[in-house]
């Protein structure tokens, strides 16, 4: 009798999944093979005949609870050795022997989108080909909204960030596979996929002659079915005329841009590595903002880079303050080994005056979205509704805000137009117009 035949073949497994979009999607993916092999999902590790975590490194906070986790599934492991436990994500690198020395019980370690090596060491304790069993990778369980990766990595290295070394370099996917994999989602029931990339403005740059962004967004929208289309995370130097047209052009493309500035100091854009000036974005904005009139603005910031003085950060808030976005995701700079910055430069931005400056930001926004906001009181919004949250149907209109209401009818997937009666800096609410 072999080893293999001596190990119970797994049936359950256990999926956590930390950070951005693109980790999401590569767990759904990943959750598609194994229910394609057989096994079936439970809700707790302890059940779990295969427990894998879906890491992220971009902030300290993130990696701490990644540690954490991987920390709190030593008994488990300790209690049956035949567990299947896995790391996969931005936390695993090229070389994975740091991570083996400091996580022995650690069966499987799994780069993003590299799920080969766990679903090889489950195929060869269930007796089959696993790899031969696999269809298409889309998101399992319908939803009426999903994410599709258009494409892997990044080649900007902006030296605060580690993902370029951790998800490798741009590879763009086939505009045809994205299709299929929409057509696929819509006859699920999906109603609005989000594409997703590191810097989604720059697909097609590795495949010459087929296509860009623009062209797949005008793919996707003739998918049937589909009601709505988003894409995210967009890159200044990246964001050309023809997607800018696409978004203003195409009906089913949502009017919604995330374009992170990251500073408001042309000197901490320089230190960064961004390859733009902040005249060169806010130029930017005023060509998004005249040919779509009706968008909405995402953006991303970082305080306290290394030698960000008080009169760079202030710049920052003026850039907030001057473009009037309708979010803004705030971070406190933190080392990340191995990029740069940490390589190169010093944290010298004490932790206590990241914290102040957090606050400064959060408080301006917080005041800038409330003025934003308000000015929909009264304005009917198309509301794609997506589930029941606390009692009250909760979805997003066009521009990207979240808009709850009541009603008593199944209205899950479908699109309605609510008044808006009462806003605030995060969400609308308000009461569906028949």
């Known amino acids: 009798m072999t080893t293999t035949e001596l190990i119970p073949s797994p049936s359950r497994y256990f999926i956590w999944t930390i950070g951005c979009q693109m980790n999401v999607a590569d767990s759904e993916r990943l959750e598609s093979a194994l229910l394609q092999l057989g096994l079936q999902s439970t809700e707790r590790p302890q059940n779990a005949d295969v427990i894998v975590l879906n890491s992220c490194v971009v902030r300290q906070s993130a990696e701490d609870k990644v540690v954490g986790m991987l920390t709190s599934l030593k008994p488990l492991k300790g209690s049956r050795p035949d567990r299947v436990v896995a790391l996969m994500g931005c936390m695993v690198g090229p070389k994975s022997d740091a991570l083996r020395q400091r996580f022995p019980y650690v069966d499987v370690f799994m780069r993003p989108q590299q799920y080969k090596p766990l679903l090889e060491l489950l195929g060869d304790r269930m007796g089959i080909d696993a790899e031969g069993c696999l269809s298409t990778l889309v998101p399992p369980r319908a939803s009426v909204t999903a994410f599709i990766p258009i ?24 505009i045809p596979d994205i299709v299929r994999e929409a057509e696929l989602l819509a006859v699920r029931g999906v109603k609005e996929v989000t594409l997703l990339g590191q810097n989604v403005d720059s697909y097609g740059n590795d495949l010459p002659g087929n296509g860009d962004l623009a062209d797949l967004l005008t793919a996707v929208s003739e998918v049937d079915g589909l009601r709505r289309v988003r894409f995210l995370t967009s890159h200044p130097n990246d964001m050309d005329q023809r997607i800018i047209d696409a ?26 590595r961004r390859g733009y000036t902040t005249d060169e974005y806010r130029r ?151």
């Open 247 to 272: 978004v203003a052009s195409l009906d089913r493309v949502c009017e919604h841009v995330n374009l992170p500035f990251q500073a408001g100091d042309d000197g901490v854009l320089t230190a960064m």
């Open 151 to 174: 494409i892997h990595g990044c080649d900007k290295f902006c030296t605060f960030c580690i993902i370029p070394y951790r998800r490798g370099r741009e590879k763009s996917r086939p």
């Open 284 to 434: 930017l904005v005023d060509r998004i903002r005249a040919t779509v009139p009706r968008v909405s603005m995402a953006t991303d910031l970082i305080v306290g880079f290394p030698g960000e003085s008080e009169a760079a950060f202030q710049r920052s808030v003026d850039m907030l303050e001057e473009v009037r976005f309708d979010k803004v995701h705030a971070a406190a700079y933190s080392d990340r080994p191995g990029t740069i910055a940490a390589r190169r430069m010093e944290d010298s931005v004490p932790a206590e005056e990241k914290r102040r400056r957090m606050k400064v930001i959060e408080s301006v926004q917080e005041r800038i979205a409330t003025g934003i906001n308000a000015g929909l009181l009264n304005t009917t919004q198309e509301v794609l509704v997506e589930r029941r949250e606390k009692g009250k149907w909760r979805g997003r209109n066009r521009n990207d805000k979240l808009v709850f209401f009541e009603d008593a009818r199944d209205l899950q997937g479908e699109t309605v137009n609510v008044r808006i009666e009462r806003t605030s800096p995060w969400s609308l609410q308000g009461d569906v117009v028949d």
